[in-house]
DNA sequence: TAATTAACGCGACTATGTTGCAATAGCAAA
DNA sequence: TTTGCTATTGCAACATAGTCGCGTTAATTA
């Protein structure tokens, strides 16, 4: 099952790679100019998550966001680091500190999942009237 | 707008308080012996974490799990901590060690929500064969 | 150029969570 | 205890995210 390359994934991953936030499928559909199907977006987020070229994330508000992986390798893959999500202009970005989470004893972890929400310098900014 | 005492949310409370798991709606559905709406339990479950009662927990399945506030005072809220959810047994516990993360400057945290999924022992356990 | 099949579009579906509104039932005051 | 106020509930409808099946399209390779 070799891969393929279409327009849709390409722009896909271009509007990734060139935003440089983690975004969600209705922000990738709004700025895709094909006219791709719901669907298929999903499709290839997933796909690209699979294959390790973006990570995936769930915010604190449910929605999966997508970013491409610029500080990965093809051997190591480093999503231990949290996102923060503004809840004012809805950008999530990443905050590259890796970190290390002491589990219990005989815990297996597969999925690290760090979001912080809140207000980002620029709305808190314009929030307090400047 | 004080709040009233009834039975269904009794109920939850017991629930969440017992189990000293974070639950989600369907889990704590499950558990009720009273036949209470899922709109009501879900009402319940914000107005507690409204009140402070229970954390709110966004878990990487894109579900909201509720946990008992065990290690809070009514001054101090303790969120930064992370949750390990088992993508076997479903169960999703606390852990206990609250950490802080940098933001860049600025930034204004308001939610924490770290979630760290995989097998917890017992599950790893099992599918060693032991 | 033709064959293979990955990827797509469409529609249907599931699940989670929320909301409006009328009915019910805590709680406090009489 | 009774009464009145209104927080809470049940029901139904709704919104949204995400998935899946299936027939069609188009990328790749021979």
């Not at 100019?33 to 973006?54: C, E, H, K, M, P």
């Amino acid at each position: 099952m070799s891969r393929r390359n279409t327009k849709s994934q390409q722009e896909v991953l271009d509007i990734l790679k060139q935003s440089g936030l983690a975004l969600n499928h209705e922000m990738i559909q709004e700025q895709m100019s094909l006219n791709t199907d719901r669907a298929t977006i999903y499709r290839i987020l997933n796909r690209f998550s699979q294959d390790g070229i973006v990570h995936k994330v769930v915010g604190d508000d449910g929605k999966q966001y997508f970013a491409f992986c610029s500080n990965c390798t093809k051997d190591g893959h480093q999503h231990n680091h949290f996102h923060f999500r503004c809840i004012e202009c809805q950008n999530v970005i990443c905050i590259k500190n890796e970190l290390r989470v002491q589990l219990p004893e005989g815990y297996e972890p597969i999925n690290f999942n760090g979001v912080i929400s809140g207000y980002c310098s620029k709305c808190c900014k314009q929030r307090n009237g400047v």
